[in-house]
């Protein structure tokens, strides 16, 4: 079965078809910049830019960066306000004319790597999966059950959202070093493993491509890993998750 996977992220939206038995693309992937604002009519129609170029006309997973509640988005903390309280499901099949399932992006690119990256090996216990890019998304596995809609990146740290203290949005604009960084995160996880104590901590985004340079400064008593799927993990899961409803 192929399915379209799409990733809306702040400051790209990657699309390609994905083929569910194995997780792996099958068209190249395309990356559009998100526009300005990321207001919901702009990114619909470059969604429907990436339906378009891929000739697209089955079933698409959206990995979008909100709490996504019965097809409706209730949080904006990374993009416009105006998408609180929006049927980002009808938004997206209008402009597209294919089926769509809309699913956050952290729980997409988590039941990834749980299926076809690294995550495979933790099927037993407690797995807490982060992604670290323009925020901080989590998707919480329990034997290997996603237990949806979580949203720890906003758990409160000295005062802040932890996404606004340790995201990897943070170290490039605050021009943190590593191991700056790492104290940060650390701060954040140490926390997070408090209120979950999770056995495997599986790190995610962009940043997990560089894990050697802040691993070594993280100290958790769970199992620390680097994501494997790295940048393709949210459009790979997004089909994933389509795939399984309806
Ligand atoms: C949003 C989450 C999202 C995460 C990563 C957070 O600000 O509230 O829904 O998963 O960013 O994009």
Request: glycine content about 12%; some cysteine.
């Amino acid at each position: 079965m192929h399915v379209l996977g799409i990733d809306v992220g702040g400051s790209g939206i990657k699309g390609a078809v994905v083929d569910i038995a194995t997780g792996t693309l099958v068209t190249e992937k395309l990356r559009l910049p998100t526009p300005d604002g990321a207001r919901p009519d702009d990114i619909a129609m470059v969604v429907k830019e990436i339906v378009g170029q891929l000739n697209w006309s089955g079933k698409i997973g959206i990995g979008f960066p909100s709490l996504i509640i019965n097809g409706v988005a209730l949080i904006a903390a990374n993009i416009d306000s105006s998408w609180v309280g929006l049927n980002v499901v009808e938004l997206f099949s209008n402009a597209t004319g294919c089926p769509v399932v809309v699913v956050n992006d952290a729980d997409a690119a988590g039941i990834a790597e749980m299926t076809y990256g690294t995550g495979k090996a933790y099927q037993k216990g407690v797995v807490l999966f982060l992604t670290l890019g323009t925020g901080i998304g989590s998707a919480f596995f329990v034997n290997g059950h996603l237990f949806p809609n979580t949203e720890l990146g906003h758990l409160e740290v000295r005062g802040k959202d932890a996404e606004k203290r340790a995201s990897a949005a943070v170290r490039t604009e605050k021009n943190l070093g590593w191991k700056e960084w790492a104290e940060r995160l650390q701060e954040v996880l140490a926390k997070m493993e408090m209120l979950f104590s999770p056995d495997v901590i599986i790190l995610g985004g962009g940043v997990s491509k560089n894990s050697d340079k802040f691993l070594p400064y993280l100290n958790l008593r769970a199992k620390v890993i680097p994501a494997q799927l790295r940048n393709d993990a949210g459009i790979i899961g997004a089909a994933l998750f389509a795939s399984r409803q309806g």
